[in-house]
């Protein structure tokens, strides 16, 4: 029997909650979990082994045999996220093949999944598992056959609309229905070994699955062909040398991944997006007289504004780019006050902190975006490398309904 291995998984769509797995077919009921898990980044997990311990011997207790385990702790790590804004909630399914699974008769020798959101009266059923919604983050566990089976065979991942367990299938029997032809499309190939030792993979799922309309802005001009697909991008685990912001806490790595097709963000020449802090500013006598209300505006109070300066992650950054490596960040103020940033290309940095200081670029808020992502280990963590990544429209889709805007701002953890 297999066990099931279960994550923190987090989004903006209320999302925050525990995203389970059942592991590859053959693994052992006594087969450490999923690798690798950050104890200090408190991303919750309430899984059986799940391989948070170093890799360090364990003793057993038993003095006279002196036997010692090793847990098994992976070498690499891949993350899923559900960038597509009308794509719909999936759950996922991975499966590896020992031939090429875009043949029409492919058959995967072994299946992970559904990965899904469980129910939270019964997390531990995986028949109860929900699907994923638009904005999901998701560290996929690697147990050591998962990681056996990227070293080994080809991978393939696919969406499914509902729990196959509770039609009385496993994941390998959804893969029938797949399409084989739109690979990149409508679904991930990944090759032996893509994802290599020491190496951190991110699934991207960008674009729209249908042509843009009015009423979908997030998509491009209206009339715009469908844009889906599915990458699988390398991200950069080298710790930065140098560190900007004018900051004194947080050092972390970021590196930034462009995934808009909005009209004003996907733009010809490219934009270039700075991570600016904010925190309280003093203005007049700053309301520091006895009693007064910090934001007294009567009385000078003390407002939000920007502190220290403009850290630019991405330069000309178009739709689908990936910054090459990771920019040092330490950001001054209050990190979850701070904001997204974004100007024309070689926009000079004169005219940068003067429009971020007069107020005429207001920024994307990056707090509700923090709150939402840090419980898959997301957001400005002292010394990890963190991708970044901005999909989605900053308008609302309906007029005036601000709960209807689409963007996203989605952190996540890159190294291991």
């Not at 080809?154 to 039609?167: D, H, K, R």
């Not at 290599?196 to 009423?215: M, N, W, Y």
């Not at 590196?255 to 007049?284: C, E, M, N, R």
């Not at 979850?336 to 003067?354: E, M």
């Amino acid at each position: 029997m297999t066990k099931s291995l279960r994550w923190g998984v987090g989004s903006l769509m209320a999302l925050a909650g525990l995203v389970a797995v059942t592991s590859f077919v053959g693994c052992s009921d006594d087969e450490p979990g999923p690798g690798p898990v950050d104890t200090d980044t408190g991303t919750p997990d309430t899984g059986t082994d799940t391989g948070t311990d170093s890799g360090a011997p364990i003793d057993t207790g038993s003095d006279a045999a002196e036997t010692e385990t090793t847990i098994f702790v992976a070498d690499r790590a891949v993350t899923l996220l559900h960038a597509s804004p009308d794509l719909g909630a999936k759950l996922f399914c991975l499966g590896a093949f020992p031939t090429d699974p875009t043949a029409a008769d492919s058959k995967p020798s072994a299946a992970l999944g559904p990965i899904g959101k469980p129910d939270a009266a019964a997390p531990t059923d995986p028949t109860k598992f929900t699907a994923l919604t638009y904005g999901s983050v998701v560290p996929i566990p690697l147990s050591a056959t998962a990681v056996g089976a990227l070293k080994a065979f080809t991978v393939a991942i696919w969406p499914v609309a509902t729990n196959p367990l509770t039609e009385g299938k496993k994941c390998e029997d959804t893969w029938a229905a797949v399409d084989k032809t739109k690979a990149g499309v409508a679904w991930l190939k990944v090759d032996k070994n893509a994802v290599d030792v020491g190496q951190s993979g991110l699934i991207a799922i960008k674009g729209c699955a249908a042509a843009s309309t009015a009423t979908t802005p997030e998509c491009g001009p209206d009339g715009a062909a469908a844009s889906i697909k599915w990458e699988l991008h390398k991200l950069d685990t080298v710790k930065p040398s140098a560190f900007a912001g004018g900051g004194t806490g947080a050092k972390t790595g970021i590196q930034f991944i462009h995934l808009s097709k909005f009209a004003s963000l996907d733009t010809t020449g490219g934009l270039d997006f700075y991570l600016q802090g904010w925190g309280p500013v003093s203005a007049g006598d700053a309301g520091s007289d006895a009693g007064d209300a910090a934001t007294d505006a009567a009385d000078g109070g003390t407002s939000i504004g920007p502190v220290g300066t403009p850290v630019l992650v991405a330069a000309g950054a178009k739709y689908g780019d990936i910054a090459p490596k990771s920019v040092g960040v330490q950001l001054a103020g209050d990190l979850t006050l701070s904001r997204l940033h974004f100007f024309p290309k070689d926009t000079p940095i004169a005219n940068v902190n003067a429009a971020i200081a007069g107020g005429a670029s207001a920024g994307v808020p990056l707090k509700d975006f923090l709150a939402g992502y840090a419980v898959v280990g997301g957001g400005f963590k002292d010394g990890q490398n963190q991708f970044v990544a901005a999909f989605g429209a900053p308008v609302p889709k309906v007029s005036g309904d601000p709960t209807s805007v689409t963007l996203r701002i989605a952190f996540g953890r890159a190294d291991f």
